[in-house]
């Protein structure tokens, strides 16, 4: 019967309220025992309509009003069985939502009990090596798109900061660091021992570091740090490692290893100048030999890339050995020219010794140094033209140097251009082009004229260096 029937429901909503209670204790929210044994017991008492609206105010008096219109239409019985559902789920919205006023969480018990049933969101995500030598970010695990993404994302600016880093310092890259980073219910956490899964607190996980909501900045920041105390570089000096393993302010750190590593590589920048530029280039290519074999670049392509670093290498000996020019200059005076001790013969070998490595760049094709090699020319033309006046053997020295040096200029005049394919930069690179071009023009004009002088000093019989000597 009625009252049967809602003394089941009051013993059902008791056993209820009893479960809420437990729980909630369990997750630090503490409700007195009499609201959670209590509720069959108020609800039996709000079966009937008019009961609900007499307790809780409008809403159960609507729903009275609601019940009594139900009795009209479907009868007395029907209209009991009705309330005897109807009412107590009522009565249940009610003392739900006040039971939510009174202790301050929304949607009462019922909605924490819901909200205590859907399974949190996380996302995770470690560093690894691939087969280059690369750090790379994978996600271990996680629930949730954004989730995953923002902890991969965070994983990427961990190994960016890694990277900068090692380049900073010249140093390299060895190993991948047992970190991971992400978040678990929105809290942006970082495990130093790389746990996989979620990254939840709790007893025996004092690996993981919170950082809260807003702390994503925070945590890549100590994500990083802690990676290159893991050893993760190499390449450097103890005292640089010991730095920055200290646990200070990780850019204080990297300025004080910067400095560090600055002292050898000054030093060998001083005393050994060659030796330093030759390091530099080679560093800069071992990048790019690797980036070519990484991509299967094809001979042709690899081709190019040496004779651009044999260019590069000889342009920085050159460089370096710049300043030592002096002492070469005049080094190069004693062993030929107005100023040399040495027979006319001896003048000439070590003329033809200077001269012979730009002859053998203009045959292959090669650009040359025109300043260097128009000394080198004009120094072993005087020399000839001392030992053997206006004969055949003079002349025949001049013919070399004259038809290299129309070669070089051909060379210059005929270059063809190695790009082939439109350029999306038009505007910047034509601006280019013709600027190079006004150079070449200007280049070209002066390798003219002194061949010209050549010509004209072939058949008046003057106008070199040095003096007519006695012995030969």
Not at 149 to 160: D, L, Q, R, Y
């Amino acid at each position: 019967d009625l009252t049967q029937a809602n003394l089941s429901a009051a013993d059902t909503f008791n056993l209820i309220g009893e479960r809420i209670t437990t729980r909630l204790r369990d997750y630090g929210v503490e409700i007195p025992d009499a609201i959670g044994k209590k509720f069959g017991d108020i609800l039996q008492s709000a079966s009937l309509g008019e009961s609900a609206g007499s307790l809780f105010g409008s809403k159960g008096q609507s729903i009275g009003r609601g019940l009594g219109a139900a009795s009209s239409l479907l009868g007395d019985q029907a209209a009991s069985a009705f309330s005897s559902i109807a009412g107590p789920l009522a009565a249940a919205s009610q003392i739900n939502s006040m039971i939510g006023d009174i202790f301050g969480f929304e949607g009462g018990p019922l909605g924490v009990f819901t909200g205590l049933l859907k399974k949190a969101k996380y996302g995770t995500a470690a560093i690894s090596m691939n087969q280059y030598g690369e750090l790379t970010s994978n996600v271990t695990s996680g629930r949730g798109s954004k989730q995953k993404a923002a902890a991969n994302s965070a994983a990427g600016n961990v190994i960016s900061g890694i990277e900068d880093i090692a380049d900073t310092l010249d140093a390299d890259i060895t190993g991948a660091p047992n970190i991971t980073i992400g978040t678990y219910k929105d809290k942006w956490r970082v495990s130093t021992i790389g746990r996989t899964g979620k990254l939840k607190g709790g007893s025996g996980r004092t690996d993981i570091t919170d950082f809260g909501k807003d702390g994503a900045e925070a945590a890549i920041a100590f994500a990083i740090q802690k990676s290159i105390e893991g050893s993760v570089i190499t390449g450097i000096s103890q005292a640089s490692i010991n730095i920055l393993k200290s646990g200070q302010d990780l850019q204080k750190a990297l300025n004080k290893a910067v400095l560090i590593e600055s002292v050898p590589k000054e030093l060998q920048r001083r005393l050994d100048p060659v030796g330093y530029a030759i390091d530099e280039v080679n560093k800069k290519y071992e990048k790019i030999v690797d980036a070519l074999r990484e991509g299967g670049a094809t001979a042709e392509q690899m081709a190019d890339a040496q004779k651009l670093y044999n260019l590069e290498l000889a342009e920085a000996k050159d460089n370096a050995a710049e300043a030592s020019q002096a002492l070469k200059d005049f080094l190069s005076s004693m062993n030929a020219g107005s100023s040399s001790p040495l027979s006319l013969r001896d003048q000439e070998a070590n003329a033809r010794t200077v001269l012979d490595p730009y002859l053998g760049q203009i045959s292959r094709g090669e650009t040359i140094d025109q300043d260097k090699y128009l000394a080198a020319a004009q120094t072993f033309l005087d020399i000839e033209r001392q030992i053997y006046g206006s004969t055949a053997k003079y002349f025949e020295a001049f013919d070399m140097i004259q038809n290299a040096t129309g070669s070089a200029i051909s060379t210059i005049d005929n270059a063809a251009p190695i790009r082939t394919t439109s350029d999306p930069f038009i505007q910047e690179t034509a601006t280019a082009t013709k600027a190079n071009a006004a150079t070449s023009e200007n280049i070209l004009t002066t390798l003219q004229k002194i061949s010209a002088q050549l010509d004209a000093q072939g058949a008046i019989g003057g106008g070199f260096i040095g003096t007519t000597r006695n012995y030969v």
